[in-house]
């Protein structure tokens, strides 16, 4: 009977212990590394569908600087209880102009002063309203890739670089497009 209760205390520990090392190896990742997030919506159809379940990664904003086509989660400007998922467009100092009813946005900024165009193979769905946007430091211009279906920057403005939760890193759900870096564009310029 002693042995079953020194057996039983031993397993006891031996679990708590191993809960508390997973504790302090999952709570800091998920709080400062990486955090899930679910698609909702259809904003960045055909890039991400509703209920797709991706990683995202919060600490490259924190050590590096958000790229053009980088797809990013964030904080709504208006809301900030909700979150959003888009693609960055125009980067801090640039202007944006978008035309939608041909599928254009230009972007001016020191090395193109006469401006350049954007190249978006990714965009399926064409549409919505037109923008004229002069970015301040640290404000993103980001934009869903189904446009007509897209409540983004063209609506709302900007985004503060201090609303950027981080970029999409891994697809995991669903499994047949399980991915790193799903979203992935880099400009050929």
Known sequence: MENQKKSNWQSFWELARFALIAIAIVV???????????????SMVPTFADGQYLVVDEISYIVGTPKRDDVVVFKNPNNT????????????????????????????????????KLDQPFIVNTGGIDAHKELGANEYFVMGDNRPASSDSRYWGVVPKKLLVGRALLRLLPINKIGFMPGDYKQSQ
């Open 28 to 42: 800091p990742i998920r709080m400062f590394i990486a955090q899930p997030f679910i698609v909702s919506g259809s």
């Open 81 to 116: 209880k909700i979150f959003f998922i888009k693609r960055i467009i125009g980067l801090p100092g640039e202007t944006v102009d978008v035309k939608s009813d041909i599928n254009e946005v230009t972007i001016i900024n020191k090395e193109h002063p006469n401006g350049f």
